[in-house]
């Protein structure tokens, strides 16, 4: 099963941010372990107009970072921001101090002082699936806001209201808006499947312009800022339009353009007929005449799917580029060359992680879109490991041979190395997006994949061949697995809806054991060790469980995370009574050592009361 509709729920469920704190019991510090690989994915940029070395970056996961140096550094400033997946962001031009986040699911989030601080700005914005925010350049207290279902909405004031405004909008999934820098009561909308509307009354009504317009996927939208009358519309099947008459039509302009899925545009604000166009899957293209011709500008970047694009408005030479998995690359030569620039940026989004059992301060990341990384010195610094490119979403290291690991990933199924990482070898199920692997701890031949859509698979020759069980779990999109230690033959698998399925007979047949069990959606399981009745299970929205007797019965970890998302538990291998939760934008919880938990389960509170975000989350 292949990139689908699915991949966009597996992204909401998945994504962890690896910028790690822990939170525990003993005392109320909150300490950071590691920050993990960086880069990640870039939904947007944007740079300050008058000091041009300040930038901003939009994360899927990781809320906003903010830059002093023109990139070469970075801190993430999400303070008061609750939304970590950042669409869109607009800088006010006349106070560059302020400015606006537009999130997936948080709504408008605002800051009046560079970032340092954030407040949500939502009253009357009935839908918090923000895709654009647009500022009136001249009226910079007027303001758009494109949502995915709800259409477009207007603030007066600031962001302190909003009315929506969508009188003759026929697509409400807006992807992009664009305000005439000159003309400031026409703006243009760009829909997900309805094409282009425009506004000529700041709004109030508007019409569809789709004339010449063959694809109605419009991604992105720029205006040019001299002559406004000129304007291009990026789309995702389509490639580039562009209309010489403010829209009434419009031609396509794909000459050189050899992936027609455009997700970002920027035009050269000085030298206006220079265009630059990111895609999803052949990198970035930059044309010098208005978009006749397009040529691919792609060295020294090792991504070739872009979200956004920044051009320096003083040094239009320069302009950063942000990526879907590799962070933000920077050209001071007008795209002849790249250089990433990722020091700091630690929203790599992190699916998966493994610790060698034989050395563990080497450790592996499996990452969104970057492939595997992995860190000789316990998580201090992290290298490219393989599998560039490939949404990793699971890993597991033969403890027999610790430099035989497995990769579980989203596009090609298993892959497995047997160097440490060094070099990877197909190992099937390339049909399949793989979310969880386990491996048979009394014989490391026999390996279990669990696939979103496509169940349990098992293999006996270390990954050669899969067969499926001859009863499966009912439910057959597979977030987790876990083998009991003491006997291999009992495994565990944890599904998105249906709860978590057992099989004592090595994955042959499978059965339900939910009581108790409050939510369904369970995305992380783990198995104490030492007292192998002892099973946890972390659950989308309905915090931790864990169960004494085999999962026969399930009980809340702790009331306090009732409706908190965990998306990982974990064990020291080397000292069992160290238990860590992580969880969706709370991070990670410790459960103290003087609670120990066994077969007759414990007492006291996991953690402390006051929780503290770290970059956690899933796009």
């Keep these: 099963m292949k990139k689908s509709f699915f991949y966009h729920i597996v992204m909401i469920l998945g994504v962890i941010a690896f910028s790690i704190v822990i939170h525990s019991n003993s005392s109320a510090e909150v300490v950071q372990i590691f920050s993990g690989p960086e880069g990640g994915k870039i939904q947007a940029l944007a740079i300050n107009p008058v000091n041009t070395n300040t930038l901003y970056a939009g994360t899927g996961g990781g809320g ?180 010489t008459n403010a829209g009434d039509s419009w031609i396509a302009f794909n000459t050189g353009l050899s992936n027609l899925n455009v997700q970002a545009l920027a035009i050269n604000p000085v030298t206006t007929i220079t265009l630059y166009a990111g895609t999803n899957g052949a990198g970035v293209f930059r044309s010098l005449n208005s978009g006749d011709e397009w040529d691919d500008v792609n060295s020294g970047l090792t991504s070739a799917s872009f979200q956004a694009l920044a051009i320096d408005p003083k040094t239009t030479t320069t302009f950063y580029t942000g990526t879907d998995g590799k962070g933000i690359f920077k ?172 099989s004592t007979d090595a994955g042959d047949t499978f059965s339900a054991i939910n009581t108790g069990l409050t939510r369904l959606f369970v995305q992380a399981l783990a198995i104490d060790p030492d007292f192998t009745t002892m099973v946890y299970a972390g659950t989308i929205g309905g915090g931790g469980f864990e169960s004494t007797d085999g999962g026969v019965t399930w009980s809340a970890i702790d009331s306090d995370l009732d409706d908190s998302s965990v998306l990982a538990i974990a064990i020291d291998p080397e000292n069992p009574t160290i238990v860590y939760i992580g969880t969706v934008a709370e991070g990670i919880f410790k459960i103290p050592e003087d609670r120990r938990f066994s077969s007759d389960g414990g007492d006291g509170n996991c953690f402390i009361t006051t929780l503290h975000h770290s970059s956690f989350w899933g796009s």
Excluded at 221 to 241: D, E, H, Q, R
């Design 331 to 502: 050209t001071v030569d007008g795209g002849d060359s790249f250089t990433e620039v990722n020091d700091g940026l630690t929203n790599r989004n992190v699916k998966a992680l493994a610790v060698d059992p034989d050395i563990t301060t080497t450790l592996y990341a499996g990452t969104e879109g970057g492939g595997v990384f992995k860190s000789h010195n316990a998580g201090e610094a992290w290298l490219p490991s393989g599998l560039a490119n490939l949404s990793v979403h699971a890993l597991v290291i033969d403890p027999d041979n610790t430099n035989t690991l497995y990769a579980g990933t989203f596009e090609d199924g298993v892959s497995k190395s047997t160097d440490g990482g060094g070099t990877w070898v197909d190992s099937g199920l390339n049909n399949f997006a793989v979310q969880a692997l386990a491996i048979d701890p009394g014989n490391t031949d026999i390996l279990y994949a669990g696939t979103f859509g496509g169940g349990v698979f098992k293999s006996t020759d270390a990954g050669d061949t899969w067969v499926v069980p001859s009863t499966g779990p009912t439910n057959t999109f597979i977030q987790a697995l876990a083998i009991d230690p003491d006997n291999t033959d009992t495994l565990y698998v944890g599904t998105f809806g249906g709860g978590v399925f057992k």
């Design 64 to 243: 906003v970072f903010k830059s002093a140096d023109g990139g070469e550094t970075w801190d993430d400033v999400n303070t008061g921001l609750t939304g970590f997946f950042v669409q869109c962001l607009a800088i006010n031009p006349n106070t560059p101090s302020t400015l606006y986040a537009g999130t997936l699911g948080g709504g408008v989030f605002k800051s009046t002082n560079g970032g340092d601080t954030w407040s949500a700005v939502n009253t009357g914005l009935t839908n918090l699936n923000v895709q654009a925010v647009a500022i009136n350049p001249v009226t910079t207290s007027t303001l758009y806001a494109g949502t995915l279902g709800g259409g477009v909405f207007k603030s007066e004031d600031g962001g302190d209201s909003w009315d929506d405004a969508n009188i003759g909008l026929g697509n409400p999934n807006v992807q992009a808006l664009a305000v005439n820098p000159v003309t400031t009561s026409t703006l243009y909308a760009g829909t997900s499947g309805g094409g282009i509307f425009k506004s000529t009354n700041g709004g109030d009504t508007w019409f569809a312009f789709n004339t010449g317009l063959t694809n109605l996927n419009v991604q992105t939208l720029a205006i040019n800022p001299v002559t406004t009358s000129t304007l291009y519309a990026g789309t995702i099947g389509g490639g580039m339009f562009k209309s």
